[in-house]
């Protein structure tokens, strides 16, 4: 009798996705194969995955140590060009989250937006262009716990962007920021498609987590393969 020898799969990553909102970088993490828990201050209904309600910075300081990897978007309210122009005040929690992301000793990404940028060490930045999406959105990952991740070429923006808030005309990208118009064309854009208008202004597109996620996975077994 012939015998075949069993094939061991290598288990899914564990993504701790700390301010997790409706879920864009959770869905991401999903979507390269990963494990993924989401913690947020308010209640989250529209996440698709495993969600606690709690304070992001005590619950990593608790429990990221469980975890393979984490993933902290703190709010961007701080460093933001639409708030600062309302002239609104929010806390800024990008140092209090490094502080509590390397308490863990686990390897980790931190993203924000532009205005954060000074803040950030050694971000790499993230376009749709890169991921074939119609939208720009920005967004800045600083990496940490023996994590790297690569700069992408950058794409040159070709095509017109919609001003912040308007309709997107056709053949046009949209910023999808603030009180926009079009919901269900930016949950198609964005590969959102369970979100609501809040959950989409905030979110990262999940095309961006699963290239991390992808990395982080291939990180995570060449450390053990060296082990």
Request: with cysteine; net charge positive.
């Amino acid at each position: 009798m012939t015998r075949y020898a069993s094939i061991r799969r290598p288990r899914a990553l564990r993504v701790l996705d700390a301010y997790c909102c409706q879920g864009g970088a959770g869905k991401g993490y999903a979507d390269a194969g990963a494990r993924v828990t989401g913690v947020d201050k308010d209640p989250q209904p529209r996440y698709p995955f495993t969600f606690i309600q709690g304070d992001a910075i005590a619950y990593i300081r608790a429990h990221g140590a469980e975890f393979d990897f984490i993933h902290a978007s703190p709010p961007c309210q701080h460093d933001s060009e639409c708030q600062r122009i309302q002239g609104r005040t929010h806390p800024d929690l990008i140092g209090p989250t490094r502080d509590a992301l390397n308490s863990t000793g686990r390897p980790w990404v931190m993203e924000n937006v532009r205005g954060a940028v000074s803040k950030l060490h050694r971000p790499v930045m993230l376009c749709g262009a890169m991921f074939g999406l119609e939208t720009y959105r920005h967004r800045y990952f600083e990496t940490g716990g023996g994590f790297t991740l690569p700069q992408p070429h950058h794409p040159a923006h070709t095509v017109p962007q919609a001003k912040m808030g308007r309709p997107v005309p056709p053949g046009w990208y949209g910023q999808f920021v603030g009180n926009f118009s079009g919901v269900d064309h930016a949950r198609q854009v964005m590969g959102v498609p369970w979100m609501n208008r809040d959950g989409i202004r905030e979110c990262i597109p999940p095309a961006y987590a699963q290239w991390i996620g992808t990395h982080a996975r291939h990180s995570l077994t060449a450390r053990a393969v060296a082990a």
